[in-house]
């Protein structure tokens, strides 16, 4: 086959300009590929997000709440933790969570690192203690020389299990979706009612929260802006960080990436599906009522926003050796 | 560099036919690689053994107890079930599973397909029914159109979510263990350490059971054949599947492949170390009491049996849709 370089070469540098114009005026951006990991700190951070010895009980891991063959999440209403106990929360996707301007639905870490300990040591998810986690992996000599060569240190830390729990996370965004490609200028990357749905949903004023690079996570709003929301839940959001009552049931807005492997919706997890929570949220953040056929545009299009998920080895865990602490899943 | 061809071919001759009349001798032969498969049944059968949707819970999935991250096992003394149930029995490694003469410890199973339904439909388990794990999987269009792709029937069955798991069971072996290497001719790959625990394995008696491919697998024996063992563990073995009083306390001998990993042992998990496991089986199988040294050396021989471990990408599953049969971890 015989190929044109140099027309090749033009028609490359105007489908890039006519992209960057497209993206430059649109309220949502493509994924950015991560530039900057420190690589050995991600396949030690690994390695940790899948290890259930982080637990009181041996078998609850990161990946079992955030399980990175279902989209970073549970698929639960909210989770389950430490002998079965049900959690106040739905488990949000740690899927492009590096994106997101704080942790947790109420924002209570400031970042990855942050987050990363919480679990670990909560009575209700993996019931152990730093104390505990860190003799276990002290005590296993294959982690000890790994965070040896990654930190430099003998004595393994929770900052630094913590950070390369982080820096693997980095790693967990999902560029590439049939919408990014949209905006960077394939045309033929969604089809029509793809594209309506999209047109709807910043008409209607979904991208006053759902903007940006993750079309979400980047601020807290009430959650029933122009009617309440009714549910059995306890979370009261924002207002447990700040105190200020003004902040009672403002939650983190949610990513919408990949938001067709996330279900169920909310921080209750009481949308089961993605036709309830655009319906939901249009009746009490819009005040609107979608017609089926708009419904089912908006739906269309946050489909369009599933990305290439993370692809990585199943990570081998270091054996436990006779003198690491054993789990104790029935105390 | 300059390579002497016939020189090498010659060197290489000899090596094998060296090796091939060790292996012939030795009552320990190497593993051998996987020769045939069906890859698209293998492919279908990961996503299967990741998928929690097969538990009630949506919780529990093959991995959660055979995690292929810890060598095919959970590293409990029993497994964890359907709401934190206690489990009767130690999870058996689910690597090199297709060497075994039956499956589970009583051998209740005549192959893996036939064992891969067990655990879904146990109440204690997964505590799902093969109708709604199957209702599950039918609801899923790109479940359904994989098992038309490999299976050629537009309903799916539990026969062919078996078969696909057993097939991606049977890639699950473990080759190239340093101590396979020993027996393919490589006199460096164990000390000799390592060497003389092998020669006392051999001479004490230990290979009348732990013999073959898997260093067991092959054969039922008493648990406690020269002493009686003591347990507070109800299970009793193949009586419970010939109904032979005779058949009291037999329990499949377990592989001693990857048995670095494997911890806890023996059929209640009682045994937490190597060293432990070695004392109880010289003391209640063969009658004897091994000194320091000589348990010393069998579990530096022991821990030549880690081969290489499974390795593939981590798998992405297709998402449930609207009418997917919601889990229900808390009913």
Redesign the interface.
């Known amino acids: 086959m015989k190929i044109k370089t140099p027309a090749i070469s033009l028609l490359f540098a105007s489908v890039m300009a006519s992209s960057a114009s497209v993206i430059a005026t649109e309220p949502v951006q493509p994924i950015s590929p991560v530039k900057e990991i420190n690589l050995a700190q991600v396949e030690l951070g690994k390695k940790l997000f ?4 982080l637990s009181k ?3 609850i891991s990161c990946n ?1 709440c955030h ?5 970073g999440t ?3 209403k909210t989770s ?1 933790g430490h ?2 106990q ?1 959690g106040p929360i739905n488990s949000p996707t740690v899927l492009n969570s590096s994106l997101n301007i704080a942790q947790f639905w109420d924002g209570r870490a400031a970042d990855l690192k942050a987050q990363a300990g919480g679990p670990i040591a909560n009575p209700g998810e993996m019931a152990s203690t730093h104390t505990l986690a860190l003799d276990v992996l002290q005590s296993i000599p294959a982690y000890t020389t790994e965070f040896k060569q990654v930190f430099g240190s003998d004595k393994i830390n929770i900052e630094q299990v913590t950070q390369a729990i982080a820096e693997f996370e980095k790693t967990l965004v999902t560029p590439n979706s049939r919408f990014d490609q949209w905006l960077l200028g394939n045309k033929n990357a969604i089809t029509k009612q793809e594209l309506a749905g999209y047109n709807l949903f910043k008409q209607v004023g979904c991208t006053a929260c759902h903007n940006g690079e993750a079309l979400g996570g980047n601020s807290f709003q009430k959650m029933g802006l122009v009617k309440a929301y009714k549910t059995s839940n306890k979370a009261e959001g924002l207002s447990g960080v700040t105190g200020k009552d003004a902040d009672r049931f403002k939650f983190k807005v949610p990513t919408l990436r990949n938001v ?2 996330t ?2 919706y909310f921080h209750d997890g009481e949308a ?2 993605l ?1 309830d929570a655009v319906d939901v949220m249009g009746k009490l953040q819009l005040g609107k009522q979608f017609s089926k056929t708009e419904n089912a545009q908006i739906v269309a299009f946050l489909k369009t926003l599933t990305g290439d ?9 270091p ?2 050796v ?1 003198e690491t602490p ?2 104790a ?2 105390e």
Chains 1, 2 share one sequence.
């Open positions: 899948f290890d259930p010895r009980s041996g078998f079992s399980n990175l063959s279902m989209g549970d698929n639960l389950i002998k079965w049900q067709e492997m279900y169920p089961a599906t036709t998920q993370p692809s990585f080895l199943m990570p081998i865990l054996a436990s006779d054993r789990p899943p029935f």
